[in-house]
């Protein structure tokens, strides 16, 4: 049997998705994802997620996440929209909640809009932020309830960043002007920096105003991406605690506008689109 997926994008950040039962006989799932994930030898994709019934009560289905380089993610905000879309999509659920388990726990997907054309809109409920370098995980020179403005050395430069976990490792850096940040050599430095030991998103933050701000993405395993669900949230709850904006902030993002509200009860919600983009069989064995 050759597996079978669904191509989606949250914004341009791209995921295969498959169901569990067509992965069945492949024994390294992060050596397939290196392949499958490939823009030149593979479908070409951000990540995969693959989705399978939940064995327990307290959600319905569950959801792994691949990285391009084969590491598994913690957590996905945009891959786990699309997972939830391939559900709906392929007529797997329709009731307007779904309960996504993931490695980071149960994330609750609302339902709001969708298309014939395949296009999903969920507001999507990703978690408390955890701010302590333990947490993160952050090696520092003292234990931090919160990283904040915290200097770390880049060769000969230090920068000054917000460090916090988020479903992943985030590393957050405020800029005046993206022009002026080389950001794109430094993304991969900060991501292997020995200073995180399990590596870490990367996030560029300029702040328009109080209720908008503009990001770019490094992401762990990934590279340059277009959009990223956790690290835009990361981005709000770091912009929320260095005080720069209020807690409803629309991320401007490359691929597009994503409402994020960091709530009074600590949980950060995300209201973000997922659209199909094609379903395809592997082949290539």
């Not at 050759?2 to 492949?26: M, S, W």
């Not at 430094?186 to 300029?206: D, Q, S």
């Amino acid at each position: 049997m050759h597996p079978r997926f669904t191509k989606f994008h949250g914004y341009g950040n791209d995921y295969l998705v498959f169901e569990a039962a067509q992965l069945a006989g492949i024994d390294d799932l992060g050596q397939f994802a290196k392949r499958v994930c490939n823009r030149h030898y593979g479908a070409g994709a951000d990540g995969i997620a693959i989705a399978a019934a939940s064995e327990e009560s307290s959600s319905d289905f569950q959801v792994r996440i691949f990285n391009p380089d084969g590491s598994e993610a913690g957590m996905s905000g945009n891959g786990t929209r699309c997972a939830a879309s391939y559900l709906f999509f392929h007529n797997l659920w329709s009731n307007d909640l779904l309960r996504l388990q993931t490695r980071n726990g149960i994330k609750r997907y609302h339902l709001l809009e969708r298309s014939a054309a395949g296009s999903f809109l969920f507001q999507s409920e990703l978690g408390q932020p955890r701010l302590d370098n333990t947490s993160i995980p952050m090696l520092t020179d003292e234990p931090l309830e919160r990283v904040i403005d915290y200097p770390l050395a880049i060769g000969d430069e230090t920068l000054r960043v917000t460090a916090l976990q988020m479903g992943n490792p985030n590393c957050c850096i405020f800029v005046d002007d993206f022009r002026r940040v080389d950001w794109r050599r430094l993304g991969p430095l900060i991501e292997n920096h020995p200073r995180f030991p399990e590596r870490t998103n990367v996030i560029f933050i300029r702040v328009r105003d109080r209720e908008n701000i503009e990001e770019r993405l490094w992401e762990r395993g990934v590279g340059e991406t277009e959009s990223s669900g956790t690290c835009s949230c990361a981005a709000v709850v770091a912009a929320v605690i260095n005080d720069q904006t209020d807690r409803r902030v629309n991320v401007h993002a490359p691929g597009g506008v994503i409402p994020i509200e960091w709530r009074d009860d600590g949980e950060v919600v995300l209201t973000g689109r997922a659209d199909v983009i094609y379903s395809g069989e592997w082949l290539a064995g």
